[in-house]
């Protein structure tokens, strides 16, 4: 970039930090707490609302069909429309979409936590994932555009802290708030927190944007990326339950597949696309894209079997399972912001690249776990691998937020956002699968050695869906020592299918150390901080 003119007479943008505005207004850590305040109430609400599904689905006689649709409601809206969100910041202005994002989020979790029937908690579901998706964007383009290069990537490790600390402890505070409140409060919470950050937004940020921002839609552009996204992330979601050799399941992805297809031939002929394609001919960019898919499946999908491990194998309460995964939490805490110092000295290849072989070399050894292994081992694997995700997270932001103009900075920021939840679901759904086809295969022979009474298809069928979440099928009234056969032999079957499963996610991380070594610094990160100030 080399006509980043500043609008209100700062001068052109050269890499270095912005004139000091006046009082709170525009300063950089200030704009970063800000920031964070808000991406935690989103990070938060990826996995804390998890432990309050069976008290929703308790106290509004929900089925369990109604409770899957709150978190997948969520998720669809949130990624469904990153990208689209993304555009939006960069064509109004950052700070507009983060505080219309917040006070959307907010607004929409003090709704859930009033309504009294199923249908109007997942209908606000929706509002939280696309107010969500304005906020998550803005807060990147935001950051990018008020730090110099040389601060961007300490900033963004903190902003990668604040995401995995809030990712690792939604359980935590859910359990707490459950437990000791009720399901509401899991959603009240918000509110006084989507408070702080848009007086923090309406006092302290800035807007910044590019002399040649966009100023016009792609709503056709649009309309075929959004149909795509959802064709996709329905099939991942349903893949699980329908089956991956379902003929439905097959018939979204390759409806995703077409509607990419006539996106790209759409996105080539219009005058402002909302995605140039001109983005992916840098690799480093790209390989960012594809990194942070690869680290999204191998740690949202190991970790998805972690939770029932802790929960139903070695029978901890859900706070209890949040204590044990603490490592993990900590390391990326410490880890994030000394990766980003790191990637700052030495570029982001040679930690990116170190950080997926940890990941690597930390779901083998999850891979290793036993019904009966101690805190003590498990914490070993779980540190190593929140140490091996913090340079991920902050290098691979950095490298697609940093390797593209600064007028698309927010459609960066959806990219590396909508990235990590397609590989978060695709992580889900594929190691689901091959934690079904083990338990599937191993369970008949386990059942039959223990010399537990034979099942019939449908009651073996009924067990197996038990099995794959670490639950014992036991029926009510069993002698006692048989309840404790079927639980070993249930427990045992789960802990190798979770073997396998992570397994899996280690050789994904090893395909990433590949990936990552294509990667270098953002070509166009020095034009942030100069950037003007409307």
Request: glycine residues 14%; charged residues 10%; hydrophobic residues 55%.
């Amino acid at each position: 970039m080399t006509s980043q003119t500043a609008i209100d007479a700062t001068g052109p943008g050269d890499g270095a930090a912005p004139a000091p505005a006046a009082g709170l207004r525009g300063h950089p850590w200030l704009t970063l707490l800000t920031v964070a305040v808000g991406v935690m109430m989103v990070a938060l609400d990826g996995t804390i609302v998890a432990i309050a599904n069976p008290a929703i689905r308790d106290d509004l006689h929900a089925t369990f069909a109604d409770v899957q649709w709150i978190t997948n409601a969520y998720f669809l809206a949130l990624a469904v429309t990153l990208i689209t969100a993304g555009k939006l910041g960069d064509r109004f202005g950052h700070r507009q979409t983060f505080l219309v994002g917040v006070t959307g989020f907010a607004a929409a979790s003090g709704a859930i936590g009033l309504s009294d029937s199923i249908a109007a908690v997942v209908a606000f579901r929706v509002f939280q994932g696309l107010f969500g998706a304005l906020l998550m964007p803005a807060a990147l383009g935001l950051l990018r555009a008020t730090f110099p290069a040389e601060k961007l990537n300490m900033a963004i490790g903190i902003w990668g802290m604040v995401i995995g600390a809030s990712t690792a402890g939604g359980p935590i505070l859910g359990g707490v708030l459950v437990e000791h409140v009720n399901w509401q409060s899991v959603f009240f919470i918000n509110v006084p927190v989507g408070v702080l950050a848009l007086v923090l937004g309406a006092l302290i940020l800035l807007d910044h944007r590019a002399e040649n921002a966009p100023r016009s839609f792609d709503l056709l552009g649009i309309a075929l990326l959004s149909g795509a996204m959802f064709c996709l992330v329905w099939a991942l979601i349903k893949a699980p339950a329908w089956g991956w050799g379902d003929g439905r399941t097959w018939a979204f992805i390759v409806a995703s597949v077409l509607l990419f297809g006539l996106f790209s031939f759409w996105e080539t002929k219009v005058a402002e696309p909302l995605i140039p394609l001109g983005l992916f001919r840098s690799v480093p960019l790209s390989a960012g894209v594809v990194l942070m898919v690869l680290m999204a499946i191998a740690f949202m999908g190991g970790l998805f079997f972690v939770t029932f491990y802790l929960q139903n194998v070695h029978g901890m309460s859900p706070i209890d399972a949040g204590l044990h995964l603490l490592p993990l939490t900590g390391m990326m805490i410490v880890g994030s912001p000394l990766a980003g110092a790191l990637i700052t000295k030495l570029g982001p290849r040679i930690p990116l690249a170190g950080g997926m072989a940890a990941t690597a070399v930390a779901m083998y050894g999850m891979s290793t776990l036993e019904a009966d292994t101690g805190s003590g081992v498990m914490s070993v694997w779980f540190a190593l691998l929140g140490l091996g995700l913090a340079p991920v997270m902050v290098g691979a932001t950095e490298v697609i937020v940093g390797n593209a103009p600064m007028e698309l900075s927010g459609v960066a920021g959806g990219l590396q956002q909508a990235a990590m939840q397609i590989g978060g679901s695709l992580g889900t759904a594929v190691l689901g699968a091959v934690m079904a086809s083990k338990v599937d295969n191993d369970l008949p022979g386990n059942w039959a050695r223990a010399g537990l009474p034979k099942l019939t298809p449908h009651q073996l069928d009924q067990a197996a869906e038990a099995v794959q979440v670490g639950v014992a099928p036991v029926p009510k009234g069993t002698p006692g020592p048989i309840a404790a056969k079927i639980a070993a032999v249930a427990h045992d079957t789960f802990v190798s299918g979770m073997g396998l499963a992570s397994l899996v996610a280690a050789g994904v991380a090893a395909v990433a150390v590949l990936v990552a070594l294509l990667t270098k610094r953002g070509a166009n990160a020095e034009a942030g901080a100069g950037v003007g100030h409307i």
